[in-house]
């Protein structure tokens, strides 16, 4: 009488093998994708901080230049300049990087001071490539508004990941001069990471 063949035989080795190779394959394949979803993730991410710093910089500099009064415009300034309360407004053309300081007076006012005087601001792209803009704001505390500004006055506004390469300032004359402002550069550290931006604004104060 004959007997039929086991049907729970094991798998050889040679099938085995098969598939320790092909489950290799796809987890290298599967691996891959996912590295380049973690790197697409960190760009979108990097890209997201830059865009959210460099917003709310020129944000906050177009509101202020906006209520501002008495614009100046500096070229080749180190940011030095003492007794702001009587500085006249000042042009100057946008070319390159020739015009880094623009300095006017606010709309708060220090009322310890005598007599009570309008604060000023000052932003100041310092550097040669890569380049740090800074901002400093006067703080007379009862000093008759003749504070001394200096290269300690002012602190960076623009976050580490964003890198400045390039950038062109400056104010164009009459009543109601208009301020002109083009950053450009990156954000990220890797090559394959890096996202370049160039941006651009543009503020006119609303009183003379």
Known sequence: MMRCADSKRGFT???IIVAMMIFSIVAVVALAALVKIIDANKKAQTTQDAV??????????????RTGSNIRCETGS???FSNPSTFSPQACPSAGNTNNLIVFRSTKVDSSSVPPC???????????????????????????CSDIFGPDSYSPIV????????????????????????????????????????VQTAASPRTP
């Not at 309008?118 to 008759?144: D, H, W």
């Open 13 to 15: 080795l040679v099938e």
């Open 78 to 80: 180190s940011g030095n």
């Open 159 to 198: 976050p580490d990941p964003v890198i400045l390469t390039d950038y062109s300032i400056g104010v164009s004359g009459g009543t109601y001069p208009m301020v002109f402002i083009d950053l450009a550069g990156y954000a990220g550290v890797r090559e394959q990471a890096k996202t370049y931006f160039n």
């Open 118 to 144: 309008r604060f000023v601001f000052a932003y100041l792209i310092t550097g040669s490539g890569p380049y740090q803009l800074k901002k400093a704001e006067q703080m007379t505390a009862g000093n008759n």
């Open 52 to 65: 959210i710093g460099l917003s709310f910089a020129l944000e906050a500099m177009s509101r202020e230049i």
